[in-house]
Protein backbone atom coordinates (compact mmCIF):
# COMPACT_ATOMS: atom_id res chain seq x y z
CA UNK A 1 0.00 0.00 0.00
CA UNK A 2 2.98 2.46 0.58
CA UNK A 3 4.15 1.97 -2.73
CA UNK A 4 0.21 2.08 -4.30
CA UNK A 5 -0.51 5.33 -3.16
CA UNK A 6 2.16 6.94 -2.94
CA UNK A 7 3.40 7.01 0.66
CA UNK A 8 6.97 6.71 0.11
CA UNK A 9 7.86 10.25 0.63
CA UNK A 10 6.22 13.30 2.04
CA UNK A 11 5.80 16.83 0.54
CA UNK A 12 6.42 18.52 4.27
CA UNK A 13 8.42 18.47 7.09
CA UNK A 14 5.43 20.05 9.86
CA UNK A 15 3.97 17.06 11.18
CA UNK A 16 0.28 18.76 10.70
CA UNK A 17 1.04 18.70 7.29
CA UNK A 18 2.54 15.35 6.96
CA UNK A 19 -1.11 14.54 9.23
CA UNK A 20 -3.36 15.83 6.49
CA UNK A 21 -1.11 14.19 3.55
CA UNK A 22 -1.72 10.60 5.27
CA UNK A 23 -5.37 11.27 5.46
CA UNK A 24 -5.55 12.81 2.32
CA UNK A 25 -3.88 9.39 0.59
CA UNK A 26 -6.09 7.26 3.08
CA UNK A 27 -9.12 8.17 1.70
CA UNK A 28 -7.59 7.81 -1.91
CA UNK A 29 -6.83 4.44 -0.74
CA UNK A 30 -10.51 3.80 0.41
CA UNK A 31 -12.32 5.28 -2.62
CA UNK A 32 -10.16 3.38 -4.48
CA UNK A 33 -11.01 0.19 -2.80
CA UNK A 34 -14.62 0.74 -2.79
CA UNK A 35 -14.85 1.76 -6.69
CA UNK A 36 -12.75 -1.54 -7.08
CA UNK A 37 -15.00 -3.51 -5.08
CA UNK A 38 -18.27 -2.24 -6.87
CA UNK A 39 -16.81 -2.63 -10.61
CA UNK A 40 -18.71 -5.10 -12.37
CA UNK A 41 -16.31 -7.94 -14.16
CA UNK A 42 -17.60 -9.67 -17.16
CA UNK A 43 -16.58 -13.63 -16.74
CA UNK A 44 -16.20 -15.98 -19.78
CA UNK A 45 -14.61 -19.24 -20.83
CA UNK A 46 -10.74 -18.20 -20.03
CA UNK A 47 -7.96 -20.04 -18.01
CA UNK A 48 -8.10 -17.32 -15.09
CA UNK A 49 -10.69 -15.70 -13.22
CA UNK A 50 -9.73 -12.04 -13.37
CA UNK A 51 -9.45 -8.80 -10.82
CA UNK A 52 -8.83 -5.11 -11.27
CA UNK A 53 -5.19 -4.19 -10.60
CA UNK A 54 -5.20 -1.89 -7.70
CA UNK A 55 -2.24 -0.43 -8.50
CA UNK A 56 -3.51 0.86 -12.04
CA UNK A 57 -6.79 1.70 -9.96
CA UNK A 58 -5.18 4.05 -7.79
CA UNK A 59 -3.90 5.76 -10.39
CA UNK A 60 -6.98 5.96 -12.36
CA UNK A 61 -8.58 7.31 -9.22
CA UNK A 62 -5.84 9.96 -8.55
CA UNK A 63 -6.16 11.13 -12.12
CA UNK A 64 -9.99 11.26 -11.84
CA UNK A 65 -9.60 13.16 -8.66
CA UNK A 66 -7.23 16.04 -10.12
CA UNK A 67 -9.42 17.04 -12.99
CA UNK A 68 -11.49 19.94 -13.05
CA UNK A 69 -15.20 19.70 -12.30
CA UNK A 70 -16.39 21.20 -15.34
CA UNK A 71 -14.13 19.51 -17.47
CA UNK A 72 -15.88 15.47 -19.41
CA UNK A 73 -15.47 12.83 -16.47
CA UNK A 74 -14.04 10.23 -17.86
CA UNK A 75 -16.09 6.51 -17.41
CA UNK A 76 -14.07 4.79 -14.45
CA UNK A 77 -15.64 1.14 -14.59
CA UNK A 78 -14.63 1.47 -18.97
CA UNK A 79 -10.81 2.40 -17.40
CA UNK A 80 -10.99 -0.27 -14.88
CA UNK A 81 -12.02 -2.96 -16.95
CA UNK A 82 -9.15 -2.25 -19.01
CA UNK A 83 -6.28 -2.95 -16.53
CA UNK A 84 -7.03 -6.67 -15.48
CA UNK A 85 -4.79 -8.79 -14.02
CA UNK A 86 -5.69 -12.69 -13.43
CA UNK A 87 -6.63 -14.15 -10.06
CA UNK A 88 -3.89 -16.88 -8.75
CA UNK A 89 -4.51 -18.19 -5.90
CA UNK A 90 -2.90 -20.86 -3.81
CA UNK A 91 0.42 -18.86 -4.67
CA UNK A 92 2.39 -19.57 -1.61
CA UNK A 93 6.28 -20.18 -1.64
CA UNK A 94 8.43 -21.28 1.22
CA UNK A 95 10.81 -18.16 1.75
CA UNK A 96 13.89 -17.71 -0.28
CA UNK A 97 17.36 -17.70 1.20
CA UNK A 98 18.18 -14.77 -1.02
CA UNK A 99 20.96 -11.91 0.58
CA UNK A 100 19.25 -10.26 2.99
CA UNK A 101 18.42 -13.70 5.15
CA UNK A 102 21.56 -14.57 4.98
CA UNK A 103 24.48 -14.21 7.47
CA UNK A 104 26.64 -11.77 6.13
CA UNK A 105 30.17 -12.03 5.15
CA UNK A 106 33.44 -10.83 6.44
CA UNK A 107 36.14 -9.35 4.25
CA UNK A 108 38.88 -9.70 6.70
CA UNK A 109 40.95 -11.62 4.32
CA UNK A 110 41.43 -8.93 2.00
CA UNK A 111 42.93 -6.56 4.70
CA UNK A 112 46.93 -8.10 4.09
Do not use: W
Not at 4 to 10: A, D, E, L, N, Y
Not at 43 to 72: M, N
Amino acid sequence: MKYTIGMISFHSCKAMHVEQEVFAKLLLYNITEALVQSAVLETGDTKHEYKVSFTRAAHICRVFLRLPAKEDRMDIAALFRKELIPKRGDREYPRLQTAHFRKPKYFAYRAA
